[in-house]
């Protein structure tokens, strides 16, 4: 293991620039825990959007959490300069840059912050002091080890690997308040980053109508605001007992939510990742994105997925006839189901 370049006992104060998408967010925080592990007496700053930030409230790597609104209050030139001097007032010691952005390197840089740490993508290691120059291996790594390797590239090793995320108790029995029952199971329909990503909804109520009547089962829906059609759609097309949750919690209640479930179904998304930190069993649905970097990073997990000629196409929306996802059969999700409740 390399030494590390940073210095163990020199950094009082470290800045986090997080990720922008849910998924990709909970993937750092193996890469959170080691870098808690080796600064186990510095206060850990989360820099990250309204969202993501909610992930980190509560979070036993982070200190501390400062909110970046670019949609808001931090929108355009004079928001940038707004943020530039927030962070400037905390004089952090150095910044880890995990999002890959060039924009996340001049925020370090102009806030003076004097150790920048980040992978040399985009066209910004000139504005990094502690530069981690990026391979076609790293590329192809799964977004778990993406994280870390940039940490122990710089001597900052140890952590356990795991996922993890924090419910507090009052989260907790909010969630079982409202789901008032031990035997859940959770499916989420939608996909944020685009509908490529999604499968069927009526393959969706499908699935969840035969596990309810097979398992006893109480079903709840997750998913975002721009969800809320795919929810309405899915518990139209149900017959079983179904609570409707999607675009209508916190990202903290939809944590909560899947805490509290003992199997979740979903596409390649956010809470399929959030799931996955709190180790509930994952049934999870590729077509267009990637299996190999950003399957569910832990055990008891299923991959249903149909190779197909195009597929994984990354794309945000399928130019053609989505069939990597219309080659998907409800009964290969329900054998994938099965196989992990019984």
């Given at each position: 293991m390399a030494a590390n370049q940073l210095g163990h006992h020199s950094l009082k104060k470290i800045l986090v620039r997080g990720t922008n998408w849910i998924g990709d967010a909970v993937m750092t925080t193996p890469a959170l825990n080691a870098l808690r592990a080796n600064y186990p007496e510095a206060e850990i700053v989360m820099l990250a959007n309204p969202l993501v930030a909610e992930l980190f409230q509560f979070h036993p790597s982070i200190d501390r959490v400062v909110?970046?609104?670019?949609?808001?209050?931090?929108?355009?030139?004079?928001?940038?300069?707004?943020?530039i001097k927030e962070i400037r007032s905390h004089h952090f010691d150095a910044a880890f840059l995990l999002q890959n952005a060039i924009e996340a390197a001049l925020l370090a840089a102009f806030a003076g912050i004097p150790r920048r740490?980040?992978?040399?993508?985009?066209?910004?290691?000139?504005?990094l002091n502690y530069p981690v120059t990026i391979t076609k291996q790293d590329r192809l790594r799964h977004h778990t080890d993406y994280y870390c390797q940039l940490l122990a590239r710089l001597g900052i090793a140890d952590g356990d690997g795991q996922l993890c995320l924090?419910?507090?108790?009052?989260?907790?029995?909010?969630?079982?308040?409202?789901?008032?029952?031990?035997?859940?199971?959770?499916?989420?329909?939608?996909?944020?980053?685009?509908?490529?990503?999604?499968?069927?909804p009526e393959r969706f109520a499908e699935?969840?109508?035969t596990l309810a009547n097979r398992y006893?089962?109480?079903?709840?829906?997750?998913?975002?605001?721009?969800?809320k059609?795919?929810?309405?759609?899915i518990a139209a097309a149900m017959d079983a007992e179904v609570i409707n949750m999607v675009g209508?919690?916190?990202?903290?209640?939809?944590?909560?939510?899947?805490?509290?479930?003992?199997?979740?179904?979903?596409?390649?998304?956010?809470?399929?990742?959030?799931?996955?930190?709190?180790?509930?069993?994952?049934?999870?649905v590729f077509g267009s994105t990637d299996h190999t970097t950003t399957c569910p990073a832990s055990q008891n997990v299923k991959i249903v997925r149909k190779q197909?000629?195009?597929?994984?196409?990354?794309?945000?929306?399928?130019?053609?006839?989505?069939?990597?996802?219309?080659?998907i059969s409800a009964d290969d999700v329900l054998a994938a189901a099965f196989e992990l409740l019984d």
């Open positions: 909110i970046y609104d670019r949609k808001g209050f931090h929108r355009g030139a004079a928001g940038f300069i707004r943020i740490a980040g992978y040399t993508t985009d066209g910004r290691r000139l504005l924090a419910c507090t108790d009052e989260e907790q029995q909010w969630a079982a308040a409202l789901l008032d029952s031990d035997n859940v199971i959770a499916v989420n329909p939608g996909a944020a980053y685009g509908s490529a990503k999604r499968w069927l699935v969840a109508d006893g089962a109480k079903i709840v829906l997750t998913g975002g605001p721009g969800e059609e795919i929810g309405c759609d209508k919690t916190s990202v903290r209640q939809m944590m909560a939510l899947l805490a509290n479930s003992r199997l979740l179904i979903s596409n390649d998304s956010g809470p399929m990742h959030v799931a996955a930190a709190f180790s509930v069993p994952i049934v999870a197909t000629d195009c597929a994984p196409c990354l794309l945000r929306q399928c130019p053609t006839d989505h069939r990597c996802m219309t080659a």
